[in-house]
Nanobody, 125 residues
Framework: QVQLTESGGGLVQAGGSLRLSCAASGLTFSTYRMGWFRQAPGKEREFVASISWSGGPAYADSVKGRFTISRDNSKNTVALQMNSLKAEDTAVYYC???????????????????WGQGTQVTVSS
């Protein structure tokens, strides 16, 4: 069956780093854009970063210069390296696969059809 499994979340102090990973199985991976989203308590799910099938990244303004998204199509994995973390980065982080192959940049959760269960990231100030 389709699975997107995130790992790597945890508790870190402000200014620290975490690396999230997402392993995909049961679906076509290499020709689809992959995205990372996050959702804080009481807030809507928001776009963090995405990466095209060929490796082209896109970032939310709030994380640009601090987060780096990458993918390994040979392993069906996508990663999010998060540096200089801030308290406002605290959220549940989700990876997701875009609905259309070879899709263009999209920041809308509605454009992504498969989601992982999420991993908690907590940044203490």
């Amino acid at each position: 069956q389709v699975q997107l499994t995130e790992s790597g979340g945890g508790l870190v102090q402000a200014g620290g780093s975490l690396r999230l990973s997402c392993a995909a199985s049961g679906l076509t991976f290499s020709t689809y854009r992959m995205g990372w989203f996050r959702q804080a308590p009481g807030k809507e799910r928001e776009f963090v970063a995405s990466i095209s099938w060929s490796g082209g990244p896109a970032y939310a303004d709030s994380v640009k210069g601090r987060f780096t998204i990458s993918r390994d199509n040979s392993k069906n994995t996508v990663a999010l390296q998060m540096n200089s973390l801030k308290a406002e980065d605290t959220a549940v982080y989700y990876c997701a696969r875009q609905n259309r192959p070879y899709g263009s940049t999209s920041r809308s959760p509605g454009e992504y059809g498969y989601w992982g269960q999420g991993t908690q990231v907590t940044v203490s100030s």
